[in-house]
C-alpha cells in the first residue's frame, strides 16, 4: 500500500518554479523517497530519488526535510510539458521491494 | 538511458478471446518486471511480480489465471489476459528494474512501458 500523501492539484504558471510536497510520515530508515511523473497516457517517467541529503538531477531537484518525513520536488522553471500527475514513492532500495503508486498530485502548469 | 518496450499500444478485442502483451527491457537485462493496470483518472494498480525463471508473484485480489505472466527471459515477459471481457478493458503498464544496478542505491528505479490500452467489446 502507498505511504505517501500527496495534494491532489497543483497549479503553476509556466516559467516559474513548481513545488510539489509529499508527505511520508512512516518512512523507515532503509527507504528512498522516488519521484515518477505520468503524463496523460503514457507509462511513467523516473526523475529523481534520495535517501536524506537533497538532490540535484537535469529534471529536478528533491529537497528532504531532516526528520525525512516530508519531501518537496522542485522543477525550478516548469514548462506546458511538465503538466503531468507527479507521483512520490518510498521503497527500500536495496530489497527490491514493490512499487507502490499512491494518488498523485495532478500540476496544471498554465501559460 | 535504459528503455522498456512494451507491445502492443492499443488491441480491440471481442469478449471471451485472449490477448498477450509483451514487455521488453531493450538495452538492459531485467531480473524483475512489474505488470500495473490503471483504469481512467486512477493510479496505478500494481497486478503482480514478474521474476525471471519463478512464478509470479500476484497481488491480493488479482486473479493468477485471469492475468498469465511468464518472464522467460532476462529481457521478455509476457501478460496474458485471458477469457477478456469488457471490465478488463484498462491501461495495462509494464516495468523494469535493470539488473547492472542491483545492490546500489539505484537498483530501485524503474523503467516503464508507454502502456498497452486494451478494450474488450
Not at chain 1, 511523473?37 to 537533497?54: E, V
Request: neutral net charge.
Amino acid at each position: 500500500d502507498a505511504k505517501t500523501t500527496q495534494p491532489p492539484s497543483m497549479d503553476c504558471a509556466e516559467g516559474r518554479a513548481a513545488n510539489l510536497p509529499c508527505n511520508h510520515s512512516t518512512i523507515s530508515g532503509n527507504e528512498y523517497v522516488y519521484w515518477y511523473r505520468q503524463i496523460h497516457s503514457q507509462g511513467p517517467q523516473y526523475i529523481i530519488h534520495g535517501l536524506k541529503n537533497n538532490e540535484t538531477n537535469e529534471m529536478a531537484s528533491l529537497i528532504i526535510t531532516e526528520d525525512r518525513k516530508s519531501s518537496t520536488l522542485i522543477l525550478p522553471h516548469a514548462t506546458l510539458r511538465d503538466t503531468a500527475v507527479y507521483y512520490c514513492i518510498v521503497s527500500d532500495a536495496y530489497n527490491f521491494n514493490k512499487f507502490y503508486f499512491g494518488s498523485g498530485t495532478k500540476l496544471n502548469v498554465k501559460p | 538511458g535504459a528503455v522498456v518496450s512494451q507491445h502492443p499500444s492499443w488491441v480491440i478485442c471481442k469478449s471471451g478471446t485472449s490477448v498477450k502483451i509483451e514487455c521488453r527491457s531493450l538495452d538492459f537485462q531485467a531480473t524483475t518486471m512489474f505488470w500495473y493496470r490503471q483504469f481512467p483518472k486512477q493510479s496505478l494498480m500494481l497486478m503482480a511480480t514478474s521474476n525471471e525463471g519463478s512464478k509470479a508473484t500476484y497481488e491480493q485480489g488479482v486473479e493468477k489465471d485471469k492475468f498469465l505472466i511468464n518472464h522467460a527471459s532476462l529481457t521478455l515477459s509476457t501478460l496474458t489476459v485471458t477469457s477478456a471481457h469488457p471490465e478488463d478493458s484498462s491501461f495495462y503498464i509494464c516495468s523494469a528494474r535493470d539488473a547492472r544496478l542491483a545492490g546500489g542505491p539505484g537498483a530501485n528505479v524503474l523503467t516503464f512501458g508507454a502502456g498497452s490500452r486494451l478494450t474488450v467489446l
